[in-house]
């Protein structure tokens, strides 16, 4: 219905879940073209240095077979780990609208990606494999998850390949339009709340 509406130049499907779900029926069914978000496994197993690796996602994705082939296809040698929370993208969501959620809560979710006790033999890389996650990474919200780790590792948030594959996509700006352009924002919660929330990220009021 959207798509129909606004008639978009592209589509960015801002979940894991979603895009190892259904991105290739989306892209049988519409010619706009889809941009998807998925485990950033390629990354982050190419620059371990201890070829451990943990993919910390939503149970739905670490689940789905989508995952499972680009750990078989992108591995090169790495021994990945599939952490599934069921809680995480709850809390991430809670910090954002301003509830208040305890390290013990967001540790208990995340230690089971940190393996190994040697510092050569350990976890040295997590993937943030649920577009909710990096928000507990994001300085505004105190760099929880950096905090709260055990030892240091890289936390790989997929959004800024994301954004350079949408602008490689859409090539450089047409030409000059007689209207400025703006961001429309839909959620199937609450606007007043996602709009509050949203302000940090926009430098402003987010209309929702």
Not at 90 to 95: D, G, K, T, Y
Not at 194 to 199: D, E
Request: hydrophobic share 40%; glycine share 8%; charged share 20%.
């Amino acid at each position: 219905e959207l798509i129909a509406t606004h008639s978009p130049d592209l589509v960015v499907i801002a979940c894991n879940t979603a895009s190892t779900l259904v991105m290739s029926h989306l892209r049988e069914c519409y010619k706009v073209p889809f941009v998807g978000t998925v485990p950033a496994i390629k990354p982050a197993c190419a620059n371990s240095k201890t070829k451990r690796v943990s993919v910390l996602g939503t149970k739905g994705t670490v689940k789905r077979e989508y995952t499972q082939a680009l750990i078989r296809d992108f591995a090169q040698g790495c021994e990945v780990t599939l952490v599934g929370s069921g809680e995480l993208a709850s809390l991430a969501e809670a910090a954002l609208s301003g509830i208040e959620v305890s390290d013990l809560e967001i540790s208990a979710e995340v230690a089971p990606c940190f393996l190994g006790k040697e510092p050569s033999a350990r976890t040295d890389t997590v993937v943030l494999a649920c577009t909710h996650y990096p928000l507990l990474h994001y300085p505004l919200l105190m760099d929880r998850l950096t905090r709260l780790a055990p030892w240091p590792v890289d936390w790989i948030d997929p959004a800024p390949a994301i954004a350079r594959r949408v602008a490689d996509l859409l090539g450089p700006p047409g030409g000059e339009t007689d209207y400025a352009g703006a961001e429309m924002i839909f959620t199937s919660g609450r606007p007043h709340g996602l709009s509050r929330a949203l302000v940090p990220f926009f430098g402003g009021r987010v209309p929702a």
